[in-house]
């Protein structure tokens, strides 16, 4: 589990079965991809999305609405897919856009910034530049990510 922000967190599938982090972090709630696991003093909305595979308008309104209702009750919230390195990365550039208006790929390097490994598939970063009127050539999100640690 990685914080992002002090209220954001990005966390794998692994890290949702393990409550004492989760309640060292003081997380709240749960935003999931890979699987669902619950808990109950944690708000969990699991939206099964496959990597790979564009993310409908829908689907990203509800999983950023949720990330951001959480955010606004005061709560700590982590994303988690299957190896917290795409789906989860996807959404946690939409709710730092949301929350900071900055662009993609400044919400990108802030992910990158704290987990070297944050790589969104290209049809899920092109979902998000469709969802928010941005194009930006996914070459240029490689670009950042050859440059990480440098």
């Known amino acids: 589990m990685i914080a992002i922000r002090p ?6 599938y692994r890290d949702t079965f393990e ?3 989760l309640q060292a972090q003081q997380i709240g709630a749960m935003l999931q991809f890979a699987g ?4 109950p003093e944690i708000q969990t909305l699991y939206i099964p999305i496959e990597d790979g595979v564009p993310v409908q308008r ?5 999983g950023v609405q949720f990330i951001l ?3 606004q009750e005061g709560k700590k919230v982590m ?7 795409s789906r989860s990365v996807t959404f946690i550039i939409a709710a730092l856009k949301e929350t900071e208006d900055i662009p993609l790929l400044e919400a990108y390097q802030v992910v990158l ?13 092109q979902s998000l530049c469709n969802y928010y009127q941005e194009e930006v050539p996914y070459w240029q999100l490689l670009k950042k990510y050859n440059r990480r640690g440098n």
């Open 7 to 12: 209220w954001l967190f990005l966390g794998k």
């Open 19 to 21: 409550l004492p982090p």
């Open 36 to 39: 669902r696991v619950e808990y």
């Open 58 to 62: 829908e689907i990203l309104e509800k």
């Open 69 to 71: 209702s959480q955010q």
């Open 79 to 85: 994303v988690s897919c299957g190896a917290g390195i």
């Open 113 to 125: 910034n704290a987990h070297v490994g944050a790589l969104p598939h290209p049809a899920l970063w």
